[in-house]
């Protein structure tokens, strides 16, 4: 579990397909810090860290992971937010994120502003009932506040320590992102299905 709050960028350093997986080496000043079995969010993707050595660490995304997030497209060079799992002892600064991708957005207009950024993020409309004005969201395992919503997008505003901190500066029009809904969103929404609310 995760909070969206972004510690490091990653860059993926190699990409190998074994079977219908991926196995993706990367390298991060953080590595050091790092545990094999440990859980580490990857631009909204959680993954667990299978080895490592001095500056780089592997792990493996799987055929259900690959098909509903963006990581089937990361190549040498992408450049990851990354996030180790929440702690108790801490502070919840972002939101309850789960690094459970629901679906692969894409976005449609970025817009500099005079001191921030603005992106407008398409979306599949089926989950149109998940996503809140003024709610939170994950993008690319970023935790964000949404406005402007109409039922197949959205637009989130991006403050400059965000910009500079998380991979969103070389987010750019057509680009897909990793979209989680908020978990307790889906909830609600999954009770109020059943009639139990």
Not at 5 to 26: F, P, R
Request: proline share 1%; glycine share 8%; aromatic share 8%.
């Amino acid at each position: 579990m995760f909070t969206g709050i972004i510690e490091q960028l990653g860059t993926i350093e190699n990409v190998q397909a074994k079977g219908s997986n991926i196995t993706l080496t990367i390298s991060a000043a953080l590595t050091s810090e790092l545990k094999i079995d440990q859980s580490l969010s990857h631009s909204g993707v959680c993954l667990t860290v299978e080895s490592i050595d001095k500056n780089t660490y592997i792990v493996t995304a799987i055929e259900e992971t690959l098909k509903k997030t963006s990581l089937s497209k990361w190549k040498i060079g992408t450049v990851v937010n990354l996030e180790r799992c929440l702690r108790f002892d801490g502070r919840l600064d972002g939101h309850i994120v789960q690094g459970h991708v629901d679906t692969v957005g894409k976005c449609i207009n970025a817009i500099t502003k005079d001191g921030s950024w603005e992106y407008v993020i398409s979306f599949d409309e089926k989950f149109a009932s998940l996503i809140i004005e003024k709610g939170s969201i994950s993008l690319n395992g970023i935790s964000l506040t949404i406005f402007n919503i109409t039922n197949s997008s959205f637009t989130v505003a991006i403050i400059p320590y965000t910009y500079e901190h998380t991979n969103m500066h070389r987010l750019q029009e057509n680009d897909e992102v990793n979209i989680e809904f908020d978990m307790i969103g889906k909830y609600v929404g999954r009770m109020n299905q059943l009639n139990i609310i």
